[in-house]
């Protein structure tokens, strides 16, 4: 379906609900759930706060590792971002990063309420295999799913546009299609409103589909 250029989505409201251990303590709700999901230190939470305009929702660090808990922020009242803790942080130590990893995985298979996946990437790397591996799970599992390409500040427009191409180029070598693609960054709000704009057409689909 075509996005309708000229709507845009307001943040009139974004509230921390709960920080869970794992998916039996996650809200109950019958709510759409988009989730953040990279590894540590790609930008989640700061994407969070950029998006809804929040600069303290989610816990920000420099140092990788911060978010550990599963969180959940509800929006408008209407819909819920989720902010999880990242993987492929080494110093984390191998029996904590096992145990964010079942969580993240057991949230990501089970839980009803997800309606669209959101794999964070630096967009100054090229492909590494934790996290094409990821997205080739998701892709086995019927998981949906975007991909969004974070810190853009931090590059030349010719050298971002240069990267996303050669990862497209990646996944094509996999995938017949590639997913939604998008790019952000936290210090200049880049992407934010294409973003909202996707999660808002999506939430418009579900309650087509009601
Ligand atoms: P974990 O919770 O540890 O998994 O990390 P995270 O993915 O939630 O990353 P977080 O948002 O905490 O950001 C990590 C670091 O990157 C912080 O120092 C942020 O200020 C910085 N950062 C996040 N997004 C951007 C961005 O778009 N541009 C730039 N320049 N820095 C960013
Ligand atoms: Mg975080």
């Given at each position: ?8 989505m ?7 609900v709960?920080s ?5 303590q ?5 709510l759409?759930?988009?989730v953040f ?8 939470s ?5 998006l ?5 929702l ?5 140092t990788?590792?911060k ?29 904590q990063?096992a145990?964010f990893?079942?969580?993240?995985t057991?949230f990501?298979?089970n839980?009803?309420n997800?309606a669209c ?14 996290d094409?591996?990821?997205v ?6 019927g998981?949906?799913f ?12 010719a050298?971002?546009?240069?990267n ?7 996944l094509l070598?996999?995938?017949e299609?590639?997913p ?5 960054s936290?210090?200049?709000r ?7 704009n996707?999660i808002?057409q ?9």
């Amino acid at each position: 379906m075509p996005f309708n250029k000229n709507k845009k989505m307001i943040i009139r409201s974004a509230n921390f609900v709960k920080s869970s251990a794992e998916l039996q303590q996650c809200p109950e709700h019958n709510l759409p759930e988009y989730v953040f999901i990279g590894r540590s230190n790609v930008g989640k939470s700061s994407l969070i706060n950029m998006l809804t305009g929040i600069n303290a929702l989610a816990k920000v660090s420099g140092t990788p590792g911060k978010t550990q808990l599963i969180n959940h922020f509800e929006i408008n009242k209407s819909w819920y971002l989720v902010d999880l803790p990242g993987y492929g942080f080494t110093k984390t130590g191998k029996k904590q990063r096992a145990v964010f990893a079942d969580m993240n995985t057991k949230f990501i298979t089970n839980r009803e309420n997800i309606a669209c996946l959101f794999v964070l990437i630096d967009s100054r790397h090229e492909p590494q295999s934790i996290d094409t591996t990821f997205v080739d799970w998701l892709g086995a599992n019927g998981i949906p799913f975007a991909i969004i390409f974070t810190k853009t500040d931090k590059l030349k427009p010719a050298v971002l546009t240069a990267n996303i191409e050669a990862y497209k180029n990646h996944l094509l070598e996999t995938w017949e299609e590639l997913p939604p693609i998008f790019t952000s960054s936290s210090v200049n709000r880049n992407g934010k409103e294409e973003i909202l704009n996707y999660i808002d057409q999506i939430n418009t689909d579900l309650e087509l589909t009601k």
